[in-house]
């Protein structure tokens, strides 16, 4: 199976501020990643696939980047709405398998 | 608007079966692959099953292999999951969510856009 390691695990950041999570898959997924981010008691929203395609009605302060092994989100302007936990997922292969999760709070 | 609206959670005993129901409407369900996301509580992500469009393919996480069984009713625009021999280890909130596919040298790449409320089961005794 391909495992998929974030880091930071826990993020602490002001509004306005840019910031990059990074994601690391144990082999090649190609660009086969997406990233989705999740509030406390709330659906997984997806927010990127392909490493860097922005899913329909996301805003442009996201973006990913990366292939084969190394990927990022970054947040270019943190906004009040923005503090949750991202995570990515690999869909290069069965069983799909996602990050950790990253927690982004408020410092 | 896609809606997808999960059932069937519940309280269960250690050993016992669940069957989950995620009813889907606002697509055309019978062309897309799904698929079902666990979250155990405090918990990361956990990708359990996944199906094609026309349910002749299925993929399992290795941890519910032999005792999940996913399934789709196209004409009722319903997936299912079949849960047996439950443990503890199985308490979520179980996650469908609607799979789209890019294609690629004849590859078929699916991810995930849209994602049901959840619905919780808990094994306990």
């Known amino acids: 199976d391909i495992q998929m390691t974030q880091s930071p695990s826990t993020l602490s950041a002001s509004v306005g501020d840019r910031v990059t999570i990074t994601c690391r898959a144990s082999q090649s997924i190609s660009s086969w990643l997406a990233w989705y981010q999740q509030k406390p008691g709330k659906t997984p929203n997806l927010l990127i696939y392909q490493a860097s395609t922005l899913q329909s009605g996301v805003p442009s302060s996201f973006s990913g980047s990366g292939s084969g092994t190394e990927f990022s989100l970054t947040i270019s302007s943190l906004q009040p709405d923005d503090f949750a936990t991202y995570y990515c997922q690999q869909y290069d292969s069965y069983p799909w398998t996602f990050g950790q999760g990253t927690k982004v709070e408020i410092k | 608007e896609v809606q997808l609206l999960e059932s069937g959670g519940g309280l269960v005993q250690p050993g016992g079966s669940l069957r989950l129901s995620c009813a889907a409407s606002?697509?055309?369900?019978?062309?897309?692959?799904m698929s079902w996301v666990r979250q155990a509580p405090g918990k990361g992500l956990e990708w359990v099953s996944g199906i094609s469009s026309s349910g002749g393919s299925t993929y399992y996480a290795d941890s519910v292999k032999g005792r999940f069984t996913i399934s789709r009713d196209n004409s009722k625009t319903t997936l299912y999951l079949q849960m047996n021999s439950l443990s503890a280890e199985d308490t979520a909130v179980y996650y469908c969510?609607?799979?789209?596919?890019?294609?690629?040298?004849?590859?078929?790449?699916?991810?995930?856009?849209?994602w049901g409320k959840g619905t919780t089961v808990t094994v306990s005794s």
């Open positions: 969510a609607k799979a789209p596919y890019q294609l690629l040298y004849s590859v078929y790449y699916y991810y995930m856009d849209v």
């Open positions: 606002g697509f055309s369900f019978s062309n897309y692959a």
